[in-house]
């Protein structure tokens, strides 16, 4: 089948560097993607891995391991905005993405 | 920037009544997607659209369907409302290429009474 897994809560401090783990199965795959959404807003794009390896985009990082059927998600510097939730997704063949259950990331002071 | 946006933010409806939820993008996307979000269980796809007239179920299509007459507006319908359809319902779009970048309106809270 295709699924994936991601902590449902993560807590950290402010200043610290927070790691949100997805692992998923699948049969078919392209890429896994982050996204951030804040409560009651839309959920946001923060990043794309199609390839293994590290990608940063800021305080905000994402790793792939295809081998590993196995990503994260980095943030670093926390702020109290970061308290949101994040959702890793992966595309597999054709057109549709699965989404996980999301993280509930929480940064205290 | 990509703007995405749904006919209504609140909406109620009553049992059996026939519900239609409207989105709109303004970037020429050619893919489109109705997701519903309730608590723990994430996003779950209830259709998608690739192209104008094309849709494919997702994985929750049971009690809705979909229209896609023009490029830029993707509709679901509710043919009959039921209370378990109450839910967060969120639209979204891509461009056509390999990356997976959505870009998502800002929801509709639909209550079925």
């Known amino acids: 089948g295709q699924s994936l897994e991601q902590p449902s809560e993560v807590t950290a401090v402010e200043g610290a560097i927070v790691q949100i783990n997805c692992t998923y199965q699948?049969?078919?795959?392209?890429?896994l993607s982050w996204y951030q959404q804040h409560d009651g807003g839309a959920p946001t794009f923060l990043s794309y891995?199609?390839?293994?390896g590290l990608e940063e985009t800021g305080r905000f990082s994402s790793f792939l391991s295809r081998s590993d059927s196995y990503g994260y998600l980095l943030l670093q510097e926390l702020q109290m905005k970061d308290s949101a939730s994040y959702f890793c997704?992966?595309?597999?063949?054709?057109?549709?993405?699965?989404f996980g259950a999301g993280t509930r990331l929480f940064v205290k002071a | 920037d990509v703007k995405v946006t749904q006919s209504s933010r609140y909406l109620v409806k009553r049992t059996g009544e026939k519900v239609f939820l409207e989105c709109v993008q303004d970037?020429?996307?050619?893919?489109m997607f109705w997701y519903r979000q309730d608590p723990g269980l994430g996003l779950r796809l209830i259709y998608f659209s690739y192209d104008v007239k094309m849709k494919e179920k997702g994985d929750i299509p049971e009690g809705y369907s979909v229209s896609r007459e023009k490029k830029e507006r993707f509709s679901l319908i509710l043919e009959s409302a039921s209370t378990n359809q109450t839910s967060m319902y969120l639209c979204a779009s891509r461009s056509g290429g390999p990356a997976d970048t959505q870009y998502f309106g800002p929801g509709t809270r639909l209550t079925v009474l």
């Open positions: 970037m020429d996307h050619e893919n």
């Open positions: 997704a992966y595309r597999g063949g054709g057109f549709k993405t699965i």
């Open positions: 891995n199609a390839l293994d």
């Open positions: 699948t049969s078919g795959f392209y890429g």
